[in-house]
């Protein structure tokens, strides 16, 4: 029944956003698929390894874009963590020009979400499969000059996830991010920061920030690397900190592989991290509207 929840409202909000009205009479579309991986004791007495395959939809019609997360995982452990996805690192603009690269395999997530050690760890351990928390987000994007940037996002994560399994945590969640960026010629770089609204009574809001670089080696391909530090939403554990490495590049016209590695640089991030996402993008035009 959640499932089918969290399908209803994805394909609601997709539809709002294709059809709904807009100033620009055409609109991107984009849909990719992933496939993800971690492992990392997150300040508990052992390992948990997470598989990600999130499933992507996103429109973009003039400064606003719109996207869903549908997050399938698989998770091993002791207990006491839940599934997120990379940081939010690296705009979320495409690579196109004057913006910034599209981040460290296109998936602006929070990493996976420590809960409180000493009471989550259940004896035998974790091993769930099913649908992870989605999330739902906008973001207005603003040229501040031909080489500057502004994007502003706003995203709710939704408690999808079987909160018995470790799948989710049970409760709604808010974030909101500002990204600044300076492109220069083949290259650039670009520094955010926001604040988590985190949902229940026992996990404490936090704040967020990072910063990279990346360059464009050749027509279609963008590489680059950034940090990212988050507050835990456990008192008394380490805050997250991590570093990504990222590349993306351009198969066809329509089609683009990005791929992504990351580290832990705290003992609440991921010990290792990497993943890849293949995304379809496509310009369409309403019927009314000449090719």
């Known amino acids: 029944m959640k499932y089918l929840s969290a399908c209803s409202v994805a394909v609601l909000a997709g539809a709002a956003i294709t059809f ?12 990719g698929v992933g496939a993800e991986y971690s492992t990392g004791s997150y300040g508990g007495t052992g390992d948990t390894v997470i598989y990600e395959v999130p499933i992507t939809f996103r429109v973009r019609n003039g400064d606003w874009s719109f996207r869903v997360r549908l997050p399938f995982a698989s998770i ?12 939010d690192n690296g705009g979320d603009r495409d690579g196109g020009d004057n913006s910034g690269p599209g981040g460290g395999g296109d998936d602006d997530e929070d990493p996976a979400d420590p809960i409180d050690p ?4 259940v004896v ?12 739902i987000s906008a973001t207005w994007s603003h040229d501040l000059s031909d080489s500057d940037y502004l994007d502003l996002t706003g995203r709710v994560t939704l408690p999808t996830g079987d909160e018995a399994k470790d799948l989710g945590t049970g409760e709604t969640d808010f974030t909101f991010i500002a990204e ?15 604040y988590k609204f985190r949902g229940g009574a026992t996990r404490k809001d936090g704040a967020q920030f990072g910063a990279g670089g990346y360059f464009r080696p ?16 456990i008192n008394g554990l380490d805050q997250s900190a991590d570093l990504t490495a990222y590349t993306s590049f351009a198969m066809t016209k329509d089609l683009r592989l990005s791929v992504y590695a990351l580290t832990g640089l705290t003992d609440n991030a991921p010990d290792f991290g990497g993943g890849l996402t293949l995304t379809w993008r496509t310009d369409v035009r309403r019927p009314t509207e000449d090719n």
Do not use: N
């Open 20 to 31: 709904g009205g807009g100033s620009a009479s055409a609109q991107t579309v984009q849909v």
């Open 76 to 87: 091993q452990g002791p207990g006491g963590v839940v599934p997120g996805g990379p940081d």
């Open 118 to 121: 000493s009471l989550g760890e």
């Open 124 to 135: 035998g351990g974790i091993d769930s499969q099913g649908l992870a928390d989605m999330s």
């Open 180 to 194: 600044l960026g300076h492109d220069f010629d083949g290259a650039g770089v670009y520094a955010f920061g926001g």
């Open 218 to 233: 050749a027509e279609g391909i963008i590489a680059g690397v950034d940090a990212g530090w988050s507050e835990s939403s």
